[in-house]
């Protein structure tokens, strides 16, 4: 399992690529969908799905270049099945000026274990940033993909529509902070991190954090 981290979009969002020697797993494509192109067809993969951990500008802006370039469905949370085509809710009209509309996804996450052609990961619902944020573990290789509800020494913003910090707070503690130690954090922003050491030191919610 090889994974490659592009920043990609007018915040430079980390987009990633899962791929083995056939095939990929396109995550959060959030904009430059040429370098993308240009990536997959260099390593000779066929990417088989485009996964979205949740539907906030910066992870999209390429999602329907990409979808008609190689084929494939788009997975995300039923509860933002809509913000793809509604630059209010994706709120891309407040903050770049530019409306970022997209087709619907065509595959809705369900919590559990879930394979995609030769991938096989966990879906967890992680709301707080976002109400249908989603983390992907894949356990086989130790590592999680936490969109924006965990960062290194930080999490994802809760001050947008449909964000709860008392929810966010509860996907970590409940959910990511279950994970061994040992699990590789890639977040939607900024370097990856651990498991372990956000645990211990996140400002904001640390394994046993009361406020």
Known sequence: MNI????????????????????ALIVDPGGDADQIISFVE???IIPQAILLTHAHFDH???????????????????????????PQLNRSIFFTGNEIITKEPECLWVPGEMTIASFTFDVIHTPGHSPGSVSLIFRDDQFVISGDALFKRGIGRTDLPGGSFPQLKSSLQNGLYKLPDEFTVFPGHGPHTTIGDEKMMNPFVSARSST
């Open 60 to 86: 999209i802006g390429a999602v329907d270049e990409l979808r008609s370039y190689f084929k494939v469905n788009v997975y995300l949370h039923e509860q933002e099945k809509s913000w793809l085509s509604d």
């Open 42 to 44: 260099r390593e000779k």
């Open 4 to 23: 490659k981290k592009m920043s990609l979009g007018p915040l430079g969002t980390n987009c990633y690529i899962i791929f083995d020697r056939k095939n």
